[in-house]
């Protein structure tokens, strides 16, 4: 590899370097304002010349920045739009499956503390349980997962699930992976 190639790859951690440098100076500064043997004019004066500096020095990458966040916030429309879409088409065609509640997940269920209006039995799921739906989270489990476990098994799998539901997570982690993506470049 020559040199060329691996400044290259290099160069947008030299650059989260500089501006991470530039940051701390800044802040550095502030706290020089504050030493007691300095007048009280050149503090005032300081702390200007430092916000004018620090103008300066990024006036040449500012519009780069603003370029970058509308980048970042069409991106992030565009995967949590994307993602909305797949889910909710994966989410009706589990749906539309013959799912009867059994007995034994409607005792599990109270067990767990979780609504039956709150769990969908699914047959021929990939995986055992799990939480989806932003607003009204809903908790899909495995037909084949009630046949194996035991009750109280079930109970502490469904308990788990409605954890999630009670706080939210599938709209927390929407709202993760849209801030995410909002700043990719970061």
């Known amino acids: 590899m020559n040199a060329k190639s691996a400044l290259m790859r ?3 951690l030299l650059v989260l370097f500089g501006l991470i440098v530039v940051a701390i100076m ?3 500064a502030h706290h020089v304002t504050d030493l007691p043997f300095l007048a009280f004019g050149v503090r005032d ?3 200007a010349l430092c916000l004018i500096a620090v103008h300066e020095l990024l006036r040449p990458v500012h519009y780069g920045f603003h370029a970058l966040l509308i980048a970042g916030f069409a991106f992030a429309v565009w995967d949590r739009v994307r993602a909305f879409r797949h889910s909710r088409w994966i989410l009706e065609m589990l749906q539309k499956q013959d799912s009867q ?3 034994k997940l409607i005792e599990a269920a109270g067990r767990a503390g979780i609504a039956m209006t709150e769990v969908v039995p699914v047959r021929g799921l990939p995986v055992p349980a799990f939480t989806a739906g932003w607003l009204r989270p809903r ?3 495995a037909v084949e997962l009630i046949d194996v476990l035991a009750v109280p098994e079930l109970a502490a799998v469904l ?4 954890y999630h539901v ?5 709209l927390r982690l929407f709202a993760l992976r849209f801030m995410g993506a909002l700043l990719f470049w970061v």
């Open 10 to 12: 290099e160069l947008p």
């Open 26 to 28: 800044v802040l550095g």
């Open 45 to 47: 004066h300081l702390g």
């Open 101 to 103: 509640p059994l007995g």
């Open 139 to 141: 908790v899909y489990v």
């Open 159 to 162: 308990a788990h699930e409605a």
């Open 166 to 170: 009670w706080r939210k997570d599938p």
